[in-house]
């Protein structure tokens, strides 16, 4: 790699850094934010909201990372047009295709880290999400249990606990059912929460169990009696994997009992998988238009920020086309091929601009 190349690279990768730790933090706080007042109302550790943060981070992380990859180019050519660096470039016959020469390498890194991220990150992370989700929402069965306080965690179901010892023990347990036809009412001297592969357990020791039924009442002592708590809770269950924890081989290929387990059609399938390849281009299209649009304006005391706000939109003409194709492309037979419209369509107007950039440019006349 030439002298100029690894220069500006250089410039490029450090702004890249800087500007997509400023954006995915801005983003990460926005998500932390609901994700925090979820879990710690519900009762949940810092370190299982701290867990559930970072699952969320590389989704976040392919979201913001061709942002900053077009504002770290359009900030490194402004600076080194400002500087004359470029200009000086251009005298001694660098040609506007050869000064894109690092920013296509950079654009390509963009592009290898977003294609890492979509096909193997994002999805495994969602996948753990989607289990840890479960396992926590299992898990917030404990948090019905109090002591010293009346609670009513479903309805017919009154749950007392007199106290809890320190090694989790549950005394003095005073529990009245009244979903059924009959009532039921269960004390006992202490008691245990245990888990089991069908849900949460309640192990009652010494205790006895009323029944009220047609008016007659009938005791029952018990050494050891357990109780389904599950069954007053709403058992969270995995559900059906969908489409964006499926992975790339998986979409591009879907058997019928993939189609029925996302409940989505092969075409959705096939272009949620083309489109994961296609994406990761949005990071080089999106360097290149940054590069082109600013290789256009020549040096200026005022700046370039005419060829800045003609850079910002074409890249909202990109994105737009983008939107467009993500909306008809899973509809028809082979609407894979519009997922990769915009990035395609990104890389030809930066070509473009980079012609018309070499071209002689006219003296206005005196």
Known sequence: MARFDRYMLSQLLQLFGFFSLVLVAIYWINTAVSLFEQLIGDGQSALVFLEFSLLTLPNVIRLVLPISAFVATVYAVNRLVSESELVVMQATGFSSFRLARPVVYFGMIVAVMMLILMNLLVPLSRNILADRTVEVSDSLAAQFVKDGTFLHPADGITLYIREISPNGELEGLFLQDDRGAEQVLYTAASSLLVRSDTGPKLIMLNGMAQTLASGRLSVTRFADFTYDIGAMLDTPVRGPRRMNELSTLELLQPTDSLMEETRSE????????????????????????????????????????????????????????????????????????LAYAAPVFGCLIAAALLWWSQRPKRRRSA
């Open 266 to 337: 092969r075409a959705e399938m096939v272009f949620e998988g083309h489109d994961r390849l296609a994406q990761p281009l949005l990071g080089l299209a999106a360097t290149l238009i940054g590069f082109a649009a600013l290789i256009l304006g020549s040096f200026s005391r005022f700046g370039l920020w005419r060829q800045i706000a003609g850079g910002v939109l074409l890249l909202i003409v990109v994105q737009l086309i983008n939107t467009i194709s993500a909306s008809i492309g899973p509809q028809i037979a082979m609407g894979w091929i």
